[in-house]
Nanobody, 124 residues
């Protein structure tokens, strides 16, 4: 059973930085894309960033563009999300995901496996 596990979340002051990591374990996974979503209670899940596994091309949401960077390490089967200049609107549970379906990586429908999530809390 393929599993994704996030780490790196925590409490940070506004303007600070965090790097989230996502580790793939439990087996192989033929992924076309991996990405990050975030969610706060009572709100819809929001796409944050995605990366093409074969080619490494990246894309991110306008709300985080210029502040967040998604990257990967093929040898370690890991994906990262570097977050800088954090603000209170970034407070959320961040989930890593991997998808084997072709489609729009901004939509959760293309993803097959989800991590449990890691909490990021930004204080003022």
């Amino acid at each position: 059973q393929v599993q994704l596990e996030e780490s790196g979340g925590g409490l940070v002051q506004a303007g600070g930085s965090l790097r989230l990591s996502c580790t793939v374990s439990g087996g192989t996974f033929s992924s076309y894309a991996m990405g990050w979503f975030r969610q706060t209670p009572g709100k819809e899940r929001e796409w944050v960033a995605a990366i093409s596994w074969p080619g490494g091309g990246t894309d991110c949401a306008g709300s985080v563009e210029g502040r967040f960077t998604i990257s990967r390490d093929n040898a370690k089967a890991m994906v990262y999300l570097e977050m800088t200049n954090l603000n209170s609107e970034d407070t959320a549970v961040y989930c890593c995901t991997a998808g084997s379906r072709l489609g729009n990586p901004r939509l959760p429908d293309v993803y097959d496996v989800w991590g449990q999530g890691t909490q990021v809390t930004v204080s003022s």
